[in-house]
């Protein structure tokens, strides 16, 4: 995927020529990623939710056809956030759209601009890609990513519902048997 890198200049009253770098994650990124999850699900009060390893997301983002996409923000050389997504599709439209799946920037990071050069490299890719839109989900409590959304121009559509069948339902859906257990 081509993909410029990104260079925002951040001041900070600490060091005024510190830059924030945006880059497409490689496989070598795969720790830092998973680090990265598992610092928004402890964010957003769910620690113990994160499964994934880091064989899954070699496997699943770095193949022959990516399942997902995602960037790394570094600051001054550090990690300091991501972006993860991947592309859906409208029927509605006929166009491929972006999905954001995760946006997330260590707090000792945050305020610096990084967030919003994230987002921005993001919606540039969903352009270049012929997305016409770009989506993503925030939980109704975090009022600091609610903002944040609304002063980028974000459309918050309160009449969807989000609707999710995981684990025994999903396997009782498709028809599949549980699996036996161990003794």
């Given amino acids: 995927m ?15 020529n510190m830059a924030t770098t945006i880059r497409p994650a490689t496989p070598a990124d795969v720790p830092q990623i998973l680090a990265f999850i598992r610092g928004l699900a402890a964010y957003e009060r769910e620690p113990d939710a994160v499964l994934a390893s880091e064989a899954d997301l070699l496997r699943d983002g770095f193949g022959y056809q990516p399942l997902f996409y995602c960037l790394i923000a570094d600051y001054d ?27 997330f920037v260590n707090p ?36 600091p990513a609610i903002e944040f959304y609304k002063a980028m121009g974000a459309e918050f559509l309160d009449e969807w519902r989000n609707v999710r069948i995981s684990g025994s339902a999903l396997r009782r859906l498709a028809g599949i048997a549980e699996p036996e257990a161990s003794h």
């Fill in 108 to 143: 000792e990071f945050r305020g610096l601009g990084i967030g919003k050069a994230l987002l921005k490299e993001v919606a540039a890719i969903a352009l270049e890609k012929g997305c016409l839109r770009l989506q993503w989900e925030v939980l109704d409590w975090n009022t």
């Fill in 2 to 16: 081509p993909l410029a890198v990104l260079f925002v200049a951040c001041i900070t009253p600490y060091n005024k």
């Fill in 77 to 103: 050389g550090a990690p300091a956030g991501f972006a993860f997504y991947f592309f859906n599709y409208s029927t509605w439209l006929g166009r491929p759209g972006l999905y954001l799946e995760d946006l």
